[in-house]
């Protein structure tokens, strides 16, 4: 080993939780020597998990690229930046001028949300290339959030998150937070505070499909049939009318509609949902009694509760209950984080809606915040007479990812031209006739801009550039920004001074609209940084709700941050926010939002299809296919690096015993799952950690295209893709694909 070994401190940016490390640094070498978790983090307390070694293994894996590449007849050949992206802007301009805007298509994966700069220069290629076709992982994750966000409070990236250090009562719902290190819920170590709950005498309830580890670690672990949650929390919220207990706190001055709401939920009973949804009514009575009687209690819920028949209705619900009871907006309920940079992320202003402005071209699906849902992508790229012929992919693996991934491999054949930014020849950058990979974290300095609005308490974190990339590398904001300038004919430095200027007339505004005079000149002799990105970030921090405000009152900046002895500032506990933040027109809160209500017929049109139904496993092979989350995994993007694929399979059918007597499956043979769309051979585990009628495949699998260049997931764990078992299916009120509760047929083999 070399003499040359250097202690740092960064920021994990593998998963939401941006945990605090430190690192031994081999100069001489240029290696990460050792990766542990720093004591000294005032949030996460030397408390790391799996993830924490992924992107020194993504540093160092051998088969990431490290130079653009084209695809020929001979295979992939390198070659330079200028003819990489002179040859896409003409390509894409070409397509764009002969066949319209709409003739081209962006996806967006979600490793973007853990690069500052890629997201600064994202809208500027958004803009230049002008497309309605634009999708991401966000249509398979959270759009019914993001939604009920902008109809009750105005900006769809206000999401309310669980204080838990403060709460008495924590109920988790379609969330596995010990595993997926939270979401939407920035907490290090989600298993510690739910200990800490539990030791001061609080609570915590898990209530889903399968007995979790969040479960496992929960005081009381309900059953819920998958796709009922939203009768659940309806009958919740009637049970709460029914106390006639209604408690709206300090926002009792800003709700509309509370009446119309207790119409709207009578329906729903704790008896009439009971046999729907698999909890007894007794038990759903004693759980909004434990509710009631907590001092103080988050209600909390996730990716579970979105990619469902009826995820807009069941994140309302989830929202409403916390307004209902007065745990909104409370110390110990659900709260809205302060972010350092002063902002909640590109939402519009309230009377804007973020839905419903254009639609699909084949099937007239309606956007949601600016996306169509990905599980469109096939049948959009080959609409006949209105064809996608030129696709970009950032960071993403649809074709893994994404409902009827199948559909999508075969579509991506009958574009004209592919471009993708990834670091990786996968099973879907392999279909581009260009690739452009890009530095990875080590590589360039970073900020948790994204999940520092989503985070448990305050904080403002930076990583600095560990190493200097190898020649040939840029960083993916960079080549955002070089592909936004040729599109727009523009030079880079242009480009650049345009979204600076753009900046800096924001923050001129948001003085302004705080109480204090700001000019152009005065930013621009005080702002600092190495880069514009960072430039970027101290224009944000020193005009947000901690900055210095460029020198009228005491403050942070970004060189606050880069000179802290840790990679993390504590900002503080969450903080009251309402009604300050409103941004609805009306300044104010309706229950019974057109964005809710009218779902409502559809959502009792399915109750009374569905009321009495028999819950239980009948002789039939009839179940209903669920997701599941590992610790060692990050949706497909870690399945190459050998320490995460290796031991047991964890691609498996999890089912439980008595289904498996009931069907003649026995542990760890396989088993042919059929849905409407498709089959696959897979191992069955039986557990009794499932519920009933339910079986749980995990995404992110399916490595079983040649092409790829990614050996380690090929060879040691290829498994299926459960995304190709889904249909085309979408909780319609808000253009959500929907994957669980998704029915299926299980046979032996």
């Known amino acids: 080993m070399s003499n040359n070994i250097e202690t740092l401190r960064r920021i994990c940016p593998t998963c939401e939780a941006c945990c605090g490390l430190i690192m031994q640094v081999d100069r001489d070498q240029n290696k990460i020597v050792s990766i542990k978790g720093d004591p000294d983090d005032h949030r996460s307390k030397g408390y790391v998990c799996a993830k924490s070694q992924a992107f020194n293994y993504i540093y160092e894996d051998t088969e990431r690229l490290r130079h653009p590449v084209k695809k020929t007849i001979d295979g992939w050949q390198e070659i330079s930046w200028d003819e990489a992206l002179d040859t896409i802007a003409a390509k894409f301009s070409h397509i764009r001028n002969t066949h319209g805007k709409d003739a081209l298509s962006i996806y967006v994966g979600n490793p973007l949300g853990h690069d500052f700069a890629a997201g600064v220069y994202l809208q500027a290629l958004m803009t230049a290339i002008g497309t309605e076709r634009f999708f991401s992982a966000g249509t398979v994750d959270q759009m019914p959030q993001q939604r009920v966000c902008w109809g009750l409070i105005g900006h769809e990236w206000l999401f309310p998150v669980p204080d838990l250090s403060r709460t008495d009562m924590f109920i988790c719902m379609g969330a596995n937070p010990l595993v997926s290190q939270g979401s939407i819920l920035g907490t290090p170590n989600v298993k510690g505070a739910m200990l800490d709950i539990q030791q001061r005498g609080g609570k915590c309830v898990v209530i889903d499909p399968r007995r979790t580890a969040t479960a496992e670690a929960a005081d009381q672990h309900l059953f819920i049939k998958p796709g009922t949650d939203a009768y659940f929390l309806m009958a919740f919220a009637n049970t709460l009318f029914e106390r006639n207990d209604i408690r709206l706190g300090h926002l009792s001055d800003y709700i509309d509609n509370v009446d119309g709401l207790k119409a709207a939920v009578a329906r729903y009973t704790p008896e009439s949902t009971a046999s729907l949804t698999g909890i007894p009514a007794q038990t759903l009575r004693q759980l909004v009694t434990d509710y009631y009687a907590a001092e103080t209690a988050a209600l909390y819920g996730r990716i579970g509760l979105c990619t469902q028949e009826f995820g807009l209705a069941s994140h309302?619900?989830?929202?409403?209950?916390?307004?209902?009871?007065?745990?909104?907006?409370?110390?110990?309920?659900?709260?809205?984080?302060?972010?350092?940079?002063?902002?909640?992320?590109?939402?519009?202003?309230?009377?804007?809606?973020?839905?419903?402005?254009?639609?699909?071209?084949?099937?007239?699906?309606?956007?949601?915040?600016?996306?169509?849902?990905?599980?469109?992508?096939?049948?959009?790229?080959?609409?006949?007479?209105?064809?996608?012929?030129?696709?970009?992919?950032?960071?993403?693996?649809?074709?893994?990812?994404?409902?009827?991934?199948?559909?999508?491999?075969?579509?991506?054949?009958?574009?004209?031209?592919?471009?993708?930014?990834?670091?990786?020849?996968?099973?879907?950058?392999?279909?581009?006739?260009?690739?452009?990979?890009?530095?990875?974290?080590?590589?360039?300095?970073?900020?948790?801009?994204?999940?520092?609005?989503?985070?448990?308490?305050?904080?403002?974190?930076?990583?600095?550039?560990?190493?200097?990339?190898?020649?040939?590398?840029?960083?993916?904001?960079?080549?955002?920004?070089?592909?936004?300038?040729?599109?727009?004919?523009?030079?880079?430095?242009?480009?650049?001074?345009?979204?600076?200027?753009?900046?800096?007339?924001?923050?001129?505004?948001?003085?302004?609209?705080?109480?204090?005079?700001?000019?152009?000149?005065?930013?621009?002799?005080?702002?600092?940084?190495?880069?514009?990105?960072?430039?970027?970030?101290?224009?944000?921090?020193?005009?947000?709700?901690?900055?210095?405000?460029?020198?009228?009152?005491?403050?942070?900046?970004?060189?606050?941050?880069?000179?802290?002895p840790q990679a993390s500032m504590d900002l503080g506990p969450l903080q009251q926010r309402l009604p300050g933040m409103l941004r609805t027109p009306s300044k104010r809160m309706d229950l019974m939002h057109e964005a809710f209500a009218n779902d409502l017929p559809r959502l009792q049109q399915r109750f009374v299809e569905r009321s009495g139904q028999n819950l239980e496993a009948d002789s039939s092979n009839d179940m209903l296919l669920i997701g599941r989350r590992h610790v060692r995994d990050m949706n497909s993007w870690l399945h190459n690096l050998k320490p995460y694929v290796r031991g047991s399979n964890r691609c498996t059918a999890k089912v439980n015993p008595a289904d498996a007597e009931r069907l003649g499956l026995t542990h760890e043979a396989d088993v042919r799952v059929v849905s409407s769309v498709g089959e696959a051979v897979i191992p069955i585990e039986i557990s009794d950690e499932m519920m009933p009628g339910v079986v749980s495949i995990p995404h992110g699998f399916g490595h079983v295209y040649q092409a790829s260049k990614q050996s380690n997931a090929l060879s040691i764990s290829p498994g299926i893709s459960c995304n190709n078992l889904i249909d085309e299916s979408l909780d319609e009120a808000s253009s959500t694909c929907l994957v669980n509760g998704v029915p299926v047929k299980l046979f032996a083999v």
């Open 316 to 564: 309302w619900m989830l929202m409403v209950i916390s307004l209902l009871t007065g745990n909104f907006d409370r110390e110990g309920g659900m709260m809205l984080a302060t972010a350092p940079t002063g902002g909640s992320g590109p939402g519009g202003a309230g009377d804007v809606k973020p839905y419903g402005r254009w639609h699909s071209k084949v099937r007239g699906v309606p956007e949601t915040c600016g996306e169509l849902p990905a599980s469109l992508m096939a049948e959009e790229i080959t609409a006949t007479g209105n064809e996608v012929r030129g696709l970009l992919t950032i960071c993403g693996n649809p074709v893994l990812s994404v409902p009827r991934g199948d559909k999508i491999h075969t579509a991506l054949d009958t574009l004209d031209f592919m471009v993708a930014l990834d670091i990786y020849i996968n099973e879907t950058t392999s279909q581009a006739d260009i690739i452009l990979p890009s530095t990875v974290h080590p590589e360039h300095s970073n900020i948790d801009v994204t999940f520092q609005n989503f985070t448990t308490r305050n904080y403002l974190s930076f990583s600095p550039k560990t190493f200097e990339p190898a020649p040939g590398l840029k960083d993916l904001g960079e080549i955002i920004l070089e592909l936004a300038a040729r599109m727009s004919g523009l030079s880079r430095d242009e480009m650049d001074g345009f979204i600076y200027q753009g900046m800096v007339d924001m923050v001129v505004k948001r003085a302004e609209e705080h109480g204090y005079s700001l000019s152009a000149d005065t930013i621009n002799e005080q702002v600092s940084g190495d880069s514009s990105p960072e430039r970027f970030a101290d224009l944000m921090i020193r005009s947000g709700p901690y900055g210095d405000q460029f020198g009228h009152r005491e403050g942070i900046s970004l060189q606050a941050i880069k000179d802290h």
